[in-house]
């Protein structure tokens, strides 16, 4: 079944777009990611314009995230505190990212800076999640206790002024270099079109030593707020979001987050993420292979907004 | 189709009764002058009909070429080159108030029916229409075989929005003829202008315009106007009703 969407000016096949939307949302309530790196390569693949894509993502990420921090807010299992100060850099952040995407588009270099953006952080981060699960595997097998985190091993940024006692996260630090993380995480994922969740909970865990208990819930407030915020800057400054195609992902989406929830909590955490990792790297070169192979047309003819 | 196609039959036969015995006349009549774009729109297709009056048809024949442009539009055209290794936009030229949709519709080869000159100063084909080019500063149509030029036509044409078809008029009777003019799925909506034009000997004896309008109607309508107008409002309304989605969601398959 057809149906025209209003902003992207084209038809699309329903069936296609919701097939979408569960397949991403599996795979979010399966890692607990928010699946923004798949849905806007799979919505160019099927001919949705990028720059409708990367802002219509947004909407996908809120819908999706909305449900799962609403279930850790209920379990208290995220750092309020944290939660606000990530929010801070954020939101600057996320408005830096924005501003950044119609730069872009304005000098048509929007495209192939999303494709560089994806193969340099899809390949490290999904590189990093293989070799840390792939460890974690080997441990498990040998029968060694997972490591715990080491008490007072603080890196230099710990020690900036600016310190905070975060409760529920057990921590005690500067607050520069949590602003910072927020900020650059949503810089990039905003421009780029993806949530941010996969750069975010290493992050909060490497970097700031956060108990992983709250991460998770940590990081989807920090997603859906400024996705929120992104849904809202995207419309009111390039008229990109389809509200159209966001709510046909959004319903796919959400019924796929539950049952790939249920398949997530059946398989073993390291194994979940040497899966995820696999994942990435795969998205990662499929990019790569778009950079340096060479187009079928090596003209491109982009339609300006016009009053219309 | 066929009422319409009366219709014009019955005007036609008016006419000829009045008008003396001179020159060619040219009667032409869309099946539609109305493209209501909706939810289920993947195109569509209006035909023209027309009519060569004159009281001393020719024995040679006559030739019709229709040219119908759409509502101007500015766009970009891009050209990839590699760089260290990566393919990137390396130069662009901007094509300011272009037509988004252009068809040109004859019932034989165009330089059968006139020659270059007559071709270009009538501004007949896709290679005569100019198409107003920008580098930097310097504004000019560029020539026919400029490579971008180039580029942006056969895109068009890729789309289905740009069209030159020698076979794109038919000739039912001497003096009837018929031409289809699909629309595809991306068209712009705004006003669309068709001009036919009649050619005897290799030269224009009659041109009759027409124009018909493509428009959005209803929700799709609502929300192009709202997301275009309203853009802060639309990208509230559009992040509650994210949100709200979310939620039913999760209420629907609570486990708790």
Redesign the interface.
């Known amino acids: 079944m057809q149906i025209y969407l209003p902003i992207a000016d084209l038809p699309v096949n329903i069936f296609v777009i919701l097939a979408i939307g569960l397949a991403i949302g599996f795979i979010s309530g399966m890692f607990g990611v928010g699946g923004g790196f798949l849905t806007t390569p799979l919505l160019i693949f099927v001919g949705i314009p990028p720059a409708v894509a990367a802002a219509t993502v947004t909407c996908h990420i809120a819908g999706t995230t909305f449900s799962a921090a609403f279930s850790y807010w209920r379990r208290r299992a995220l750092d309020p505190a944290l939660a606000v100060l990530l929010l801070c850099g954020g939101l600057v952040g996320a408005a830096c990212g924005v501003w950044m995407f119609n730069r872009l588009r304005a000098i048509g270099q929007l495209d192939i800076t999303i494709g560089i953006a994806y193969v340099v952080l899809l390949g490290v981060v999904g590189t990093l999640m293989i070799v840390e699960s792939a460890r974690a595997i080997d441990r498990a097998r040998r029968g060694r206790p997972t490591e715990l985190r080491r008490p007072g091993s603080h890196a230099w940024f710990h020690g900036l002024p600016l310190k905070f006692r975060f409760k529920r996260s057990k921590i005690y630090g500067s607050i520069i270099p949590v602003v910072a993380i927020g900020f650059l995480v949503e810089f990039i994922s905003t421009f780029i079109g993806i949530g941010g969740g996969f750069l975010v909970v290493p992050a909060l865990i490497y970097i700031m030593r956060v108990p992983t208990s709250v991460v998770i819930g940590t990081s989807l407030i920090l997603t859906l707020v400024t996705m929120v915020f992104a849904i809202v800057m995207h419309a009111a400054t390039n008229h990109q979001v389809d509200a159209v195609l966001a709510l046909i992902l959004i319903v796919g989406g959400v019924i796929g987050a539950q049952f790939g929830a249920r398949t997530g909590q059946r398989t073993r955490g390291e194994h979940l993420r040497l899966l995820l990792g696999l994942l990435v790297v795969a998205v990662g070169i499929r990019f790569a292979f778009n950079l340096v192979l060479q187009p079928d047309d090596l003209y491109v003819v982009r339609t300006l907004d016009t009053n219309r | 189709m066929t009422r319409s196609l009366a219709v014009i039959l019955l005007a036609i036969s008016a006419l000829c009764a009045a008008t003396p015995a001179a020159a060619q006349r040219l009667i032409a009549s869309l099946s539609n002058h109305r493209v209501m774009?909706?939810?289920?729109?993947?195109g569509a297709e209006l035909v023209l009909f027309g009519f060569i009056e004159t009281a001393t048809p020719r024995r040679g024949g006559y030739d019709i070429v229709a040219t119908i442009s759409g509502?101007r539009?500015?766009?970009?055209?891009?050209?990839?080159?590699?760089r260290v290794?990566?393919?990137?936009?390396v130069d662009?030229r901007?094509f300011d108030n272009v037509p988004?949709y252009l068809a040109v519709l004859a019932n034989r080869d165009l330089d059968a029916i006139a020659n270059a000159d007559t071709r270009r100063r009538l501004q007949i084909g896709l290679a005569n229409i100019p198409l107003t080019q920008r580098a930097a500063v310097t504004i000019a149509d560029a020539a026919a075989d400029d490579?971008?030029r180039q580029?942006?036509v056969?895109?068009?044409m890729q789309r289905g929005l740009y069209r030159e078809a020698s076979n794109g008029i038919t000739f039912l009777a001497p003096l009837l003829f018929r031409a289809d003019i699909p629309l595809p799925?991306?068209v712009?909506?705004?006003n669309y202008e068709v001009d036919v034009r009649l050619f005897a000997d290799g030269a224009m004896v009659a041109r009759a315009p027409s124009a018909f309008e493509v428009y959005?109607a209803g929700?799709?309508q609502f929300?192009?106007t709202t997301?275009?107008t309203h853009?802060?409002l639309?990208?509230?309304?559009?992040?509650m009703?994210?949100?709200a989605?979310?939620?039913?969601?999760?209420v629907i398959?609570r486990r708790?």
């Open positions: 774009v909706t939810s289920s729109f993947t509502p539009q500015d766009a970009v055209t891009f050209r990839k080159a590699r290794g990566i393919w990137l936009n662009s901007e988004s490579p971008f580029a942006f056969r895109i068009n799925a991306g712009s909506t705004g959005k929700f799709e929300i192009t997301a275009r853009g802060l639309f990208g509230l309304v559009t992040a009703m994210t949100l989605t979310g939620w039913l969601g999760s398959f708790d």
